[in-house]
């Protein structure tokens, strides 16, 4: 089969994960007998350096013509004081708006090999596996309107969390689904005692749960859901929830599996899927080979199954990965005192060798 991808590699630490993750993904092709046409394109800083733009046309229409999107890190301290439009992240923003990527999936698994990299004890973290689908394109990181204005010691900032019906309704249509293929079990999180948009979201998810009667839907509050992601993660399956409070408890996860870099995500629902790893662009450590391709790894995978659908080819980059973290292999986030750390390509070929020989 041949498959057409954009990758976009971004900022910091992008391009070099991103390298990683197209190394695999060669890889698989090889292996399975596919072929890959892959185009970089620019995103981010890198292309506010290069066209003052940070998603230029050529890149939206090169994304809009491929059959998905490999991303790897958007964002550099250089262009903090950027008007909003021209910041980096702005770029990250509108791809996912021109891709209509709403839905967002956040796997969350613990590797048993590396117990001793979460911070919480084995018998907490042990047998983790947490899905968080978070809701993309809208909330307050979308909603208007926004501003600052005011002269400096006087200044008013205005953000707007905003949902409409149709919105909530067709996320949580996701998670459900994905909860039948799973546990079975859903808990949407929201701020119901507080927030207007988080009342309206109770309400539509339970509508939506009543199609859905052999999936076990609860409600939990934002604050509450954190403090019962690190007392006891393994009780959590699909979790459903809106931007920000996404954003934020996926970060949490990665630290309650070990390490940030391990984080793979999906972002879906449109004409094409965009995937990235959860991991910023960490400047503090561009350049210097030490970050996890792991998180980029697997969004390959799950690019693969979700844009691809190949499952087979998927499933294969996992256990590359497990097998690679099963003997010891470590980069710098998860090393500590116990293992040697790897560079990041060094990791990357372990992934790659073990993709060639995985049965």
Known sequence: MLFSLTVLPGDGIGPEVTEQAVLVLRAVADRFGHQLQLQPKLIGGAALKAANDPLP?????ACLDSSAVLLGAVGSPEFDKNPGHLRPEAGLLRIRRELGAYANLRPAVFFPAL??????????????????VRELLGGAYFGQPRSIEGKPGARVAVNTMRYAEHEVERIARVAFDLAMKRKKKVLSVDKANVLECSRLWRDVVTRIGKDY???????????????LLVQR??????????NMFGDILSDQAGGVVGSLGLLASASIGGKVGLYEPVHGSAPDIAGKGIANPLGAILSAAMLL???????????????????????G??????????????????????????VKEVK
């Open 213 to 227: 009667p052999e999936v076990k839907l609860g409600h939990q509050y934002v604050d509450s859901a954190a403090m």
């Open 115 to 132: 117990e001793d990299s979460s911070p919480l004890r084995a018998e907490i973290v042990r047998g983790t596996d947490i899905m968080i």
């Open 57 to 61: 046309p050529d890149t939206v229409q």
């Open 329 to 354: 292999a470590r980069t710098a986030d998860l090393a500590g005192k116990t293992h040697p750390s790897i560079s990041t390509a060094d990791m990357g070929s372990r992934v790659v060798m073990l």
């Open 305 to 327: 199954r979700h844009s691809l659908h190949l499952e087979r080819e998927a499933a294969c980059i996992e256990q590359a990965v497990a097998t690679v973290l099963s003997q």
């Open 233 to 242: 993660p393994t009780d959590f399956d699909v979790v459903l929830t809106e």
